[in-house]
């Protein structure tokens, strides 16, 4: 292994020659021997300019860096901007063509992990601690939050949203899970429960149906499917009535509220 590095950098004058004469002598191999020295210097010089005055021996793990003005050296804390931290844009992968990524905590089998075919970011922590905090600023998420645990609320703030339906039938879309879906007709509606094999709702999932308009609005049952509810009653009773839909089970669903 080499050690002796240089102290300063080799330059054209220092260790590419210049007074060696042309010759035509060939080393063991055919090619000319000045030659070969002036290559071979020439890519000395052009290595230590890319990497400058380095340590010879790199730690297992490292990794070789820019530590100063025409110097480098190796470590396994590589730091950027005086932080070990990625300052500026850190690009893993292609647009279509990703890699996986995890990132591993003090705490065995904890972890943050980036499974690029899966497209999913899962963060296994440890019960009891705060595996993901947003300490200031909003989480926006376009599509649906699925949580199996306790959700503690402080200032929460979740608007009803609404689904104003006109005509004289609607069958429900997975898109009314916790919202009001309003009847809008001064003609009878019905508004159909789809089985669970063509619409997949959450166990657990509402939805509030009320009339706003002369009208009332009639839950139906699509097939297979059950709406338990008083006296089996499913008209939602008057304008400005309301009633809840509540999935239990598979294909069941208790209706709660001003029924006729």
């Given at each position: 292994m080499a050690t002796a590095y240089p102290g300063a950098l080799d330059t054209v004058g220092s260790q590419l020659r210049t007074d060696i004469a042309s010759t035509d002598d060939l080393d063991a191999s055919g090619k000319e021997h000045d030659v070969m020295h002036v290559n071979v210097h020439g890519a000395v010089v052009a290595l230590e300019t890319k990497l400058g005055l380095t340590d010879s021996n790199a730690a297992s793990g490292s990794v070789l860096v820019?530590?100063?003005?025409?110097?480098?050296?190796?470590?396994?804390?590589?730091?950027?901007?005086?932080?070990?931290?990625?300052?500026?844009?850190?690009?893993?992968?292609s647009d279509g063509s990703g890699h996986d990524v995890t990132f591993h905590s003090d705490t065995a089998s904890d972890a943050l992990v980036w499974d690029s075919s899966a497209e999913s970011l899962t963060i296994t922590g440890t019960n009891a601690q705060t595996a993901l905090a947003v300490a200031d600023g909003n989480a926006t998420f376009a599509d649906d939050v699925t949580v199996t645990g306790t959700v503690t609320a402080g200032a929460v703030v979740a608007p009803l949203a609404i689904n104003a339906q006109s005509g004289t039938t609607y069958t429900f879309v997975i898109a009314d899970a916790g919202k009001l879906v309003t009847s809008d007709n001064g003609s009878a509606q019905a508004f159909t429960v789809p089985p669970n094999s063509s619409v997949a709702f959450v166990v657990g999932t509402q939805i509030i149906v009320q009339n706003i308009n002369t009208a009332n609005c009639t839950l139906a049952e699509g097939s297979g499917v059950t709406i338990n509810s008083k006296d089996s009653n499913k008209e939602i009773d008057g304008r400005y009535a309301a009633a809840t839909l509540i999935k239990t089970a598979t294909d069941a669903w208790s209706l709660i509220g001003a029924l006729a």
């Open positions: 820019g530590s100063g003005a025409s110097t480098t050296s190796w470590t396994t804390t590589p730091t950027i901007g005086g932080n070990t931290v990625i300052s500026g844009t850190l690009t893993i992968g």
